[in-house]
């Protein structure tokens, strides 16, 4: 091959790639730039689609022309750093300006080359705008409520802690002001959620307005706000901002053209002088809230000492949650006895709280918490399950049989999943129900008698004795007992207490066990405290017995070692 043709063969091989790399960058999916004592000399289609503007109108152009006013003296010091040499390659953001003004958020990397014996400067940009939006909305839905635009409440959180460490350090008083807005569940009911949503907002934005640039404005959720005020001298100025918040709400808010009056209710805990912690002044605000709503509501009210037994009622509420995972529910036993021959025929299983600091709580100081936080049935159903299986226990080591009597609330016997969890339990147990003893009250049974005839049908097939606690304090009727598929009535220990002094209690006790047997059901005292009430509900034919005078409620090693080696 003759050195002219090698010489073509090269020459069209460096056109060829001088061809596919300038197809590289004009297509490039990133701007491509190169700037020459200060002006664009080359810019590909994708950086003039960036900025706006066709390629022609760039190529002279300042690299400042393109960029936010705020951020040129920093874009400037860059290219001057490069260009004098104290940078061969830079990278750094700035705001850039499209030519419609729009913000662009722009990623440059730039390298600094010698173009006909001067320095050049040749790079590459990218347009973050998306992400960094994207970066603002997630930063945004982070630390703000989307409906109300105020902070949520993890700012409000961290702030309020902020705030009262930087009191603690430099004697600043805070107060925490909660908001309640009063009947809110019946606007959502009436009107529905999106009005309900549109009522949230308009109230946050007018409360908004009457706060000092100061004080934090979050939304705790639902229909509750929080203001934090900080370094305040004197009550007065709380005060007044309770009262503009409260004469604010005199004036209607006009939803859906229906005009609303929103009444409040606010709740005030102050630092240093309802506590020194976070959660402590929470729950003493809770507690204030609580208060001005239970005095009528559409007032403020500020926390007060008289209000400790409402702090610990709030804080046993919210550890009752956890109680059981936690392993601090017990079952204790109070035996039962056959009246004539003293013979051990079973317990009841009563429930205990071992709490860590409070120490063992008996049934009246938590069981109406639980009713209230929704978490009585899952105490019921509990005792049951530990019933069962100590049973399956003592079946195991070959103990004495004995009946365990349990009783099952309200709340356990009308929920949903009452009988699917009995099912449950006659999979896992089966002829251990018998040995089971549910305690029902007449109020129960009364309160829908086609449902609780229905249900105690269902639990009689599957085996569980039921029995009716409390007896002849409801108003249950001859005809009621006839139709109840019960075993066993047990007559309340108030007609029991005053057995030998009130003749009228020794009549309906009599009563109550002469018709208990008309009627084929046994009959059992409840709080027998001493041998003469004892010898009385002898002569009267009662067949069972419990009470103080044998023994009050003890722990299951306490009950097994006292009755059952015994």
């Not at 908004?208 to 404005?217: A, E, I």
């Not at 229909?223 to 709400?249: C, G, P, T």
């Not at 402590?280 to 005095?295: G, N, R, S, V």
């Not at 007559?491 to 057995?499: A, P, T, V």
Request: with cysteine; proline share 1%; net charge negative.
């Amino acid at each position: 091959m003759d050195r002219e043709k090698k010489n073509r063969i090269f020459h069209d091989g460096l056109l060829d790639s001088d061809e596919k790399f300038r197809v590289l960058v004009e297509h490039a999916v990133i701007g491509t730039y190169i700037i020459r004592n200060g002006h664009f000399t080359y810019v590909n289609e994708r950086f003039a689609e960036i900025f706006g503007y066709s390629r022609e109108e760039l190529i002279g152009k300042s690299n400042l022309d393109l960029t936010h006013p705020d951020d040129r003296e920093k874009t400037a010091e860059k290219i001057r750093q490069r260009v004098e040499g104290m940078a061969e390659s830079i990278e750094y953001s700035f705001r850039g300006l499209t030519k419609t003004g729009e913000i662009k958020y722009i990623r440059v990397y730039g390298s600094v080359f010698h173009y006909e014996g001067e320095r050049a400067i040749i790079g590459t940009l990218i347009d973050e705008t998306e992400m960094v939006e994207a970066r603002k909305e997630l930063q945004k839905l982070a630390n703000y409520d989307s409906l109300t635009g105020l902070f949520n409440r993890r700012v409000f959180q961290l702030e309020f802690e902020r705030a009262i460490e930087l009191g603690k350090r430099r004697g600043h008083r805070v107060a925490l002001i909660l908001i309640d807005l009063d009947n809110f569940k019946r606007i959502n009911d009436s009107l529905g959620h999106k009005m309900g949503d549109e009522v949230l907002h308009q109230l946050s934005q007018r409360i908004k307005k009457l706060l000092r640039v100061s004080d934090l404005f979050a939304r705790m959720g639902g229909d509750e706000f929080a203001i934090i005020v900080e370094d305040f001298y004197d009550l007065n100025e709380i005060a007044h901002i309770l009262r503009k918040i409260q004469k604010s709400m005199k004036e209607s808010i006009a939803v859906d053209h229906i005009a609303l009056r929103l009444n409040l209710s606010l709740g005030i805990a102050l630092f240093p002088e309802h506590g020194k912690e976070a959660d402590t002044l929470q729950k003493a605000a809770d507690i204030a809230l609580y208060e001005a709503k239970k005095q009528g509501k559409n007032r403020y009210a500020f926390f007060a000492r008289n209000s400790d037994t409402l702090l610990t009622k709030l804080r046993l509420e919210t550890e009752l949650s956890t109680a059981v995972e936690q392993g601090e529910i017990q079952m204790y036993l109070q035996p039962q006895f056959d009246t004539q021959t003293h013979t051990l025929l079973g317990a009841e299983a009563l429930i205990r709280w071992a709490h860590p600091r409070e120490g063992l709580l008996y049934p009246k100081e938590f069981l109406s918490l639980a009713g209230e936080a929704g978490e009585l049935y899952k105490l019921d159903l509990f005792i049951l399950k530990q019933a069962l299986v100590q049973l399956q226990r003592w079946h195991r080591d070959k103990k004495d049989e004995i009946q365990l009597s349990v009783n099952v609330s309200n709340a356990l016997f009308h929920h949903q999943e009452f009988l699917l969890e009995m099912r449950k339990l006659y999979d896992t147990f089966g002829a251990l129900l018998c040995q089971i003893e549910l305690e029902l009250t007449e109020e129960i049974l009364l309160e829908n008698e086609i449902h609780a005839n229905h249900i105690i049908h269902a639990l009689k097939v599957m085996g569980f004795k039921l029995s009716i606690d409390d007896f002849g304090t409801g108003y249950s009727s001859l005809s009621h007992l006839k139709k109840l598929q019960v075993d066993k009535i047990k007559i309340d220990r108030s007609f029991i207490k005053e057995l030998i002094l009130d003749s009228q209690d020794h009549i309906i006790v009599e009563a109550i066990i002469v018709m208990g047997h008309a009627l084929g059901l046994e009959v059992l005292a409840e709080g027998v405290e001493t041998e003469k009430q004892l010898d009385i509900l002898k002569d009267m034919g009662c067949d069972s017995i419990q009470g103080f005078y044998f023994s009050q409620g003890i722990p299951l090693n306490l009950f097994e070692q006292k009755w059952m080696e015994a």
